[in-house]
Structures are given as structure tokens and as C-alpha cells.
């Protein structure tokens, strides 16, 4: 799947061992070898890629963990159980505001 070979390619960049550009992050917080918080806050900890809007994805939604998500540095969140429609919906959104 394309976005989950972004997230990798993003890990990689920032590692120093890729140069791509990107628009988005989608992170899912189960993503296999990698801790989602932990990505999320070299993201925002790294200059490169500070500015990238970040959309979180995740199958264990709760108010607490979506509150922590968002003052970590996440600009939107959304629950695995969502159609394709609004997941879509939140991408276009979060690539919006972006602009």
C-alpha cells in the first residue's frame, strides 16, 4: 500500500538515507516495527519535516488518547473503523489547512 510505503520512506528521509518531498503524513500507531507516538514526535522534532501536517490512524480511539494525540503535535485524528469516504474527507481537509 502506498501510504504505508510513504511512513517508511519518511522514517528513511529522516534518517538521512532518502530524499523525497512530501505533502502528508498518515500514521497508524500500529504500524510494525515503528512506535507511532514516537515517529510523530520525530517528526515534529525534526527541521525538515516540522512543518508536515500529520494525520493520525488508529483502531484504538478513545477522547484521552485523541487529546494527548493532538497536543503531541498531530493535526487530525481518525478511528480505523471510518469509510473511505470520510478518511478521504479528513485528508483533503488536513491537506487544506496545510496550504
Known amino acids: 500500500m502506498r501510504t504505508w510505503t510513504r511512513i517508511y520512506r519518511l522514517a528513511y528521509r529522516m534518517a538521512g538515507e532518502e530524499d523525497q518531498d512530501f505533502n502528508l503524513v498518515i500514521l497508524d500507531l500500529a504500524t510494525p516495527g515503528l512506535h507511532g507516538r514516537a515517529v510523530l514526535h520525530q517528526v515534529r522534532g525534526s527541521v525538515e519535516t516540522a512543518a508536515l501536517p500529520v494525520l ?16 503531541a503535535g498531530a493535526d487530525d485524528y481518525v478511528e480505523k473503523s471510518v469509510d473511505a469516504d470520510r478518511f478521504m474527507a479528513r485528508v ?3 491537506l487544506r489547512r496545510a496550504m
Open 56 to 71: 493520525i490512524r488508529t483502531g484504538t480511539g478513545s477522547d484521552q488518547i485523541e487529546a494527548e494525540l493532538l497536543e
Open 92 to 94: 483533503h481537509a488536513v
